[in-house]
C-alpha cells in the first residue's frame, strides 16, 4: 500500500514563502517521477510541477515558473515544493503524486497512480 503525506501548507501574505513537504511510504520511493498538483476554489486540478526519480530533471507550469522549486531527497523519501513570491491566485489545495514510470517528467494527471490527501496554501492579499 502506498502512503503519501503532504504537509506545509498554510496561511500566508502575498509575497511571502511556503514550502510544502511529501512524505512517501509503502514502495520503493526513489523509483519513479513524482508530482504536484493543486486545485483551487471552482477550479479544475491542475499541474504545477514535477520531477524524475532522481530529481535531476524538473519541469513547471508557466504561472509558477521562476517562483516554484520542486525537488527531492530519496534518502528520505520526501519530496518538496519550494513556494516563494507567493499570490493569492496560488490559492488552492496542493496535492503530491506520484508516477508508477522512472523517467521523464509528467504534466497529465492521469499519469500518476497515487495520490496524497492534500494540503491547504492559502495567499492573502
Known amino acids: 500500500q502506498v502512503q503519501l503525506v503532504e504537509s506545509g501548507g498554510g496561511l500566508v501574505q502575498a509575497g511571502g514563502s511556503l514550502r510544502l513537504s511529501c512524505a512517501a511510504s509503502?514502495?520503493?520511493?526513489?523509483?519513479?517521477?513524482m508530482g504536484w498538483f493543486r486545485q483551487g476554489p471552482g477550479k479544475e486540478r491542475e499541474f504545477v510541477a514535477a520531477?524524475?526519480?532522481?530529481?535531476?530533471?524538473?519541469y513547471y507550469a508557466d504561472s509558477v515558473k521562476g517562483r516554484f522549486t520542486i525537488s527531492r531527497d530519496n534518502a528520505k523519501n520526501t519530496m518538496y515544493l519550494q513556494m516563494n513570491s507567493l499570490k493569492p491566485e496560488d490559492t488552492a489545495v496542493y496535492y503530491c503524486?506520484?508516477?508508477?514510470?522512472?523517467?521523464?517528467?509528467?504534466?497529465?494527471?492521469?499519469?500518476?497512480?497515487?495520490w496524497g490527501q492534500g494540503t491547504q496554501v492559502t495567499v492573502s492579499s
Open positions: 520531477i524524475n526519480w532522481n530529481g535531476d530533471n524538473t
Open positions: 503524486a506520484s508516477t508508477l514510470t522512472r523517467s521523464g517528467t509528467h504534466s497529465n494527471h492521469r499519469t500518476y497512480a497515487y
Open positions: 509503502g514502495r520503493t520511493f526513489s523509483s519513479y517521477a
